[in-house]
T-cell receptor
Framework: NAGVMQNPRHLVRRRGQEARLRCSPMKGHSHVYWYRQLPEEGLKFMVY????????ESGMPKERFSAEFPKEGPSILRIQQVVRGDSAAYFC????????????FGEGSRLTVL | QQQVKQSPQSLIVQKGGIPIINCAYE??????FPWYQQFPGKGPALLIA?????SEKKEGRFTISFNKSAKQFSLHIMDSQPGDSATYFC????????????FGTGTRLQVFP
């Protein structure tokens, strides 16, 4: 049973380009969470999605960032017109049902903006 | 209100020592307190968790102590080993219908042989 799969593991973009990060949750999991981890800092909640719905996006920057979790396929975190401050590790986590108490994390996608 | 404060930022112990990591919270609606372990280049993994109806939970060499009145909880690692060297994050959640976690800033633990 594969865990949470994220790709790419490493992504380099120049300022102004777009970054797309993908996350396939664990089999059977329908809840997906995205977190951002800046160097030497903790994980900051960004967004919580269920299939085709954004449930909580209170941690998402108001501009340039968007997320989706379509009926078919992986969840995608999209960052438009990247800036150097977007350089971070982006972690996706999934859970079976809301309120189970355990998030299963992927190994992260490390974005570097030149 | 949504913050979880964690200390220390880093910790160095010798093998066999008992590192202690502390966390504090403000939001009394939090009702679930997990600890996650993260190795370099990997994602965090759940280590142990506690709910506020108990004051202590032990799993193997890892123990959580919980003080509801002080709104504090801590992780103790008994007989620490070099393989325990990792970054540890406390977190808090209001379970109701979501697994959204609010994380502390992390403690980098190094255990020397």
């Amino acid at each position: 049973n594969a865990g949470v799969m994220q790709n790419p593991r490493h992504l380099v973009r120049r300022r102004g380009q777009e970054a797309r990060l993908r996350c396939s949750p664990m089999k059977g999991h329908s809840h997906v969470y995205w977190y951002r981890q800046l160097p030497e800092e903790g994980l900051k909640f960004m967004v919580y999605l269920q299939k085709e719905n954004i449930i909580d996006e209170s941690g998402m920057p108001k501009e340039r960032f968007s997320a989706e979790f379509p009926k078919e396929g992986p969840s995608i975190l999209r960052i438009q017109q990247v800036v150097r401050g977007d350089s971070a590790a982006y972690f996706c986590a999934s859970s079976l049902n809301g309120g189970t108490g355990e998030l299963f994390f992927g190994e992260g996608s490390r974005l570097t903006v030149l | 209100q949504q913050q979880v404060k964690q200390s220390p930022q880093s910790l160095i112990v010798q093998k066999g020592g008992i590192p202690i990591i502390n966390c504090a919270y403000e939001n009394t609606a939090f009702d679930y307190f997990p600890w996650y372990q993260q190795f370099p280049g990997k994602g965090p993994a759940l280590l142990i968790a506690i709910r506020p109806d108990v004051s202590e939970k032990k799993e193997g060499r890892f123990t959580i102590s919980f003080n509801k009145s002080a709104k504090q909880f801590s992780l103790h690692i008994m007989d620490s080993q070099p393989g325990d060297s990792a970054t540890y994050f406390c977190a808090a959640s209001t379970l109701s219908n979501t697994d959204k976690l609010i994380f502390g800033t992390g403690t980098r633990l190094q255990v020397f042989p």
